[in-house]
């Protein structure tokens, strides 16, 4: 008899934890977008030399989150040098976008599906201009793809002794909105 009540009490207790945290249900955090320009900042400024011609810099990257379509915006300042041209540098800017999405192998927020959105650069004819967007498109894969824009701390995870899963990322004009769910 008493092994029956130990066994129901231990049952109970165990119903009663799993039923507390599905009464927690989904929380929010919020990640403004100081945060995620502070992560991007870390990551330049980026050079590097393409087709053995073009020696490329980028820097001084300013994040926009575009609200509803979960996609990022940055701008660089970028600097082309060709190495057949001594001295000669042309000046610009280059507009990156990428969709954001949880990797959960990683806990982080990723960048996906990048892309130039427009790529300007002072000097330079359009014949030319039209060619070098093309290293653009080489540069956009190199510094935002599978590039973690933000990495959540292993606490961010746990809240009144429950585990949470981030689930989804809801972008708004000054920050992303994280979905953290109860791990089942």
């Known amino acids: 008899m008493k092994s029956r009540l130990t066994a129901l009490l231990a049952i109970t207790i165990v119903f009663l934890m799993t039923a507390c945290a599905g009464l927690l249900?989904?929380?929010?955090?919020?990640?403004?977008?100081?945060?995620?320009?502070?992560?991007?900042?870390?990551?330049?400024?980026?050079?590097?030399?393409?087709?053995?011609?073009?020696?490329?810099?980028?820097?001084?990257?300013?994040?926009?989150?575009?609200?509803?379509?979960?996609?990022?915006?940055?701008?660089?300042?970028?600097?082309?040098?060709?190495?057949?041209?001594?001295?000669?540098?042309?000046?610009g800017s280059m507009e990156l976008s990428g969709v954001l999405h949880l990797d959960p192998a990683r806990n982080a927020i990723m960048l996906d599906e990048p892309r130039v959105e427009k790529f300007l650069l002072d000097g330079v004819d359009a014949r030319y201009a039209k060619q070098l967007a093309k290293i653009g498109t080489l540069l956009v894969d190199q510094i935002l793809k599978d590039t973690p824009l933000y990495t959540f701390r292993p606490e961010d995870f746990q809240y009144a002794g429950t585990r949470f899963l981030p689930t989804t990322i809801t972008t708004r004009s000054n920050s992303l909105v994280v979905t953290f769910e109860p791990a089942k």
Do not use: C
Not at 36 to 41: I, K, N
Not at 47 to 74: C, M, W
Not at 83 to 89: P, R
């Open 25 to 91: 249900g989904p929380r929010e955090v919020e990640l403004p977008l100081y945060k995620l320009q502070e992560a991007m900042d870390r990551k330049f400024p980026f050079s590097n030399r393409y087709l053995e011609i073009f020696d490329i810099s980028v820097s001084h990257p300013k994040l926009a989150l575009q609200p509803g379509t979960n996609r990022i915006v940055t701008s660089l300042e970028t600097v082309i040098a060709p190495s057949l041209l001594n001295n000669k540098a042309w000046t």
